[in-house]
């Protein structure tokens, strides 16, 4: 069965937005960090992605390339209308410049960009699979999939337990939650593609939704196409300008009609049919 | 605050820097392109370019190395999709063109010339990873020119040709002399520098570090060349700096790395430029 999705919705363009850091909060390995940016909340579609401004201007710490989030979750706090909450890992002077901003602190956030995960017209099983901070849309993907009927399983995996997003307020809504870690630590030992045909047979999953590093997703489309499901795939590629300008996030896929083309990462992407990016050339070149 | 610039009268002297602007589609989310003295395209040739391998752009204190490698859909697609979309928003559009042959910047000439809604060609003569990306290399002032000569040849009197040349202090006049010789009306001094992405492929380096670099190239071609008009293209990214190079002789500014690290930066520079009238 083949199941048809409805086109993504939100035609809105991204803004560019002075945001507000309204809490910083370190859990586990990552900062959650809650922002005021004005406009931007409304037009999240999961797998859509905000981009920021790091360094401070007066101190001349700029960097000049954005940094690029995933959107965890969008609420309604009182006094501020909707905020965006973004997961950080602290990898480089960026990410760490933004992790130490205090609640009241200046950001630039650029959003929603990129092309969100198509949704399923049916209530079909869907498999949703994240790596670690990078599980974060698949939280308010698996809302909108539930408000659709769909049966959602949810797989969360991590080196660790310190690089998991917590599933709780998951696990409410969803049928199934599977924790994968490297070390055991919790959950089954090992890696998404070890533990994902069992998953996917015992879903009977028609359609999967990922994101996280390339060779994890190359995994999930090949186990998707095994058990004759559809993927989704959300790459996290590293992004300069992140709008599309500068086409510096050169992903080879397939075209509709079969031919070879270089797509971006950012504009065209994140999200990719799982059958139509070319793997093996992505991961060649992505040394 | 309209300007003169090689016989066309354009809204304002900020414009969008080659390559910088991706499609055009990715920018109008942050400005309005009308009110851009005009939209620079990225560097069309004649067939599709894939572009190089990743990395292909990153980031240093004071700059950006890229090797994007030409990446752009070719020319058929261009005429057929961008341009008329470009055309449709009201964007002055001048046509960035790179070729690997003199020949090909003929027939680039030819084919865009004839192409309702092309404003000006600017001819990259300046790519600092033009071995690698497959275009050819203008290495000498004369080979510069030769290539201006050959696309003035084949393109209506009433379309202006723009050079672009590299921000080499030492040869920066002579390569203006020589392409304003060669029947350009005006010169975009100048493109990214030659660098060394990490891994030691050739690269560009844009942004801010190349800030002082243009400035001193601008001045001499200025100094050297009173008439010659000039686009000056070199970390600009506040309104300061667009008027430290319109003071050093330049008519025009080019608006590029800034971009790509805030997109909304033409809008800043122009609503800046407009509240200083």
């Given at each position: 069965m083949s199941p048809t999705f409805a086109s993504p919705a939100g035609s809105l363009g991204p803004l560019h937005v002075e945001a507000t850091v309204l809490t910083s909060k370190k859990v586990g390995a990552f900062h959650h960090l809650t922002l005021v940016a004005p406009g931007i909340p409304e037009r999240v579609r999961p797998g859509t992605f905000v981009a920021l401004s790091v360094g401070d201007l007066g101190l001349g710490t700029v960097r000049l390339a954005r940094r690029s989030f995933w959107v965890h979750r969008i609420k309604p706090t009182g006094g501020h209308g909707l905020t965006l909450e973004i997961v950080v890992e602290v990898v480089g002077p960026g990410t760490r410049w933004l992790t130490n901003l205090p609640p009241g602190g200046r950001v630039a956030v650029t959003g929603p960009l990129g092309k969100p995960f198509s949704l399923p017209k049916e209530p079909v099983s869907c498999v949703l699979v994240g790596s670690g901070h990078a599980a974060a849309p698949m939280f308010p993907l698996a809302a909108r999939l539930r408000e659709r009927g769909c049966a959602v399983s949810l797989v969360v995996s991590g080196p660790d337990e310190a690089h998991l997003l917590s599933t709780l307020e998951a696990r409410r809504s969803v049928r199934a939650v599977t924790v994968v870690t490297g070390d055991g630590s919790v959950g089954l030992r090992g890696s998404v593609a070890d533990h994902l045909a069992g998953i996917l047979e015992r879903s009977s999953a028609d359609v999967v939704y990922a994101a996280g590093p390339a060779p994890m997703l190359h995994a999930v489309a090949a186990a998707a196409e095994t058990h004759g499901a559809w993927s989704q795939t959300a790459l996290e590629e590293p992004l300069v300008?992140?709008?599309?300008?500068?086409?510096?996030?050169a992903v080879p896929v397939l075209s509709e009609d079969g031919g070879a083309r270089v797509a971006r990462a950012c504009v065209d992407g994140p999200v990719f049919r799982g059958d139509r990016v070319r793997w093996a050339a992505l991961l060649g070149t992505a040394r | 605050m309209s300007v003169e610039l090689a016989g066309l009268t354009l809204a304002s002297p900020v414009l969008v820097a080659s390559g910088c602007g991706g499609t055009g589609r990715e920018l109008v989310s942050y400005v309005d392109l009308r009110r851009l003295g005009a939209f620079v395209t990225r560097s069309i040739t004649l067939d599709p370019r894939a572009g190089g391998p990743m990395p292909r752009i990153v980031e240093t204190p004071a700059g950006l190395v890229n090797a994007?490698?030409?990446h752009n859909s070719g020319l058929e697609h261009f005429l057929a999709t961008e341009l008329p979309w470009l055309m449709q928003q009201g964007a002055r559009v001048i046509v960035s063109i790179a070729g690997a042959t003199m020949g090909e910047y003929a027939e680039l000439a030819r084919r865009l010339g004839t192409a309702p809604g092309v404003a000006a060609l600017e001819v990259n003569l300046s790519a600092p990873d033009a071995g690698g990306g497959g275009v050819?290399?203008?290495?000498?002032p004369f080979q510069a020119g030769g290539v201006v000569s050959a696309v003035r040849r084949d393109l209506p009197r009433d379309i202006p040709v723009l050079a672009k040349i590299r921000s080499d202090v030492v040869r920066v006049v002579e390569a203006a002399r020589t392409v304003v010789e060669a029947g350009a009306a005006a010169v975009v001094v100048?493109?990214?520098?030659?660098a060394s992405m990490p891994d030691g492929r050739p690269g560009g380096l844009s942004g801010p570090a190349l800030r002082p670099v243009a400035l001193r190239c601008v001045a001499e071609v200025h100094a050297a060349l009173p008439t010659a008009q000039i686009v000056a293209s070199g970390g600009v990214g506040a309104p300061t700096d667009v008027r430290a190079f319109l003071d050093a002789g330049a008519t025009a500014i080019q608006v590029g790395t800034s971009l790509l690290h805030d997109p909304t930066t033409a809008t800043r520079l122009i609503d800046a430029l407009e509240g200083t009238r």
């Open positions: 300008c992140a709008t599309g300008l500068c086409h510096g996030c | 994007i490698g030409f050819f290399d203008a290495r000498e100048g493109n990214a520098l030659a």
